[in-house]
């Protein structure tokens, strides 16, 4: 399993940015995808998860301002950035698991398949 984050970039504040992860070798049946982020001496912090069935999930800070979607073959995932503060500055990390928990706790440790990240920074 392979994923492959896109999209981030340099953007000033109030601006939107839309991250897409192509993941080989996975459908999300049965599992969950998620969006991570870690901002320098911080700690990572889940963003927004998706249950295969399309049910969402979000990180307080991020509620009204991000909307996470997958593609008809859930094999894509994509987070879609509206509105953006400088705290959102952060890698971005996507995330795959094959069970639903991961989705339920939202804990990375229950995601086995990451991303290498694409870097997002709002000024």
């Known amino acids: 399993v392979q994923l492959v984050e896109s999209g981030g970039g340099s953007v000033q504040a109030g601006g939107s940015l839309r991250l897409s992860c192509a993941v080989s070798g996975y459908t999300n049946d049965g599992g969950c995808m998620g969006w991570f982020r870690q901002a320098p001496g911080q700690e990572r912090e889940g963003v927004a998860r998706?249950?295969?069935?399309?049910?969402?999930e979000y990180a307080g800070s991020v509620l009204g301002r991000f909307i996470i979607s997958q593609d008809n073959t859930k094999s894509t995932a994509f987070l879609q950035m509206y509105a953006l503060k400088p705290e959102d500055t952060a890698m971005y990390y996507c995330?795959?698991?094959?069970?639903?928990?991961?989705?339920?706790?939202?804990?990375?440790?229950?995601?086995?398949?990451w991303g290498q990240g694409t870097q997002v920074t709002v000024s």
């Open positions: 995330a795959a698991a094959t069970t639903v928990v991961a989705c339920v706790t939202g804990n990375e440790r229950d995601f086995a398949y």
């Open positions: 998706i249950y295969s069935g399309g049910t969402t």
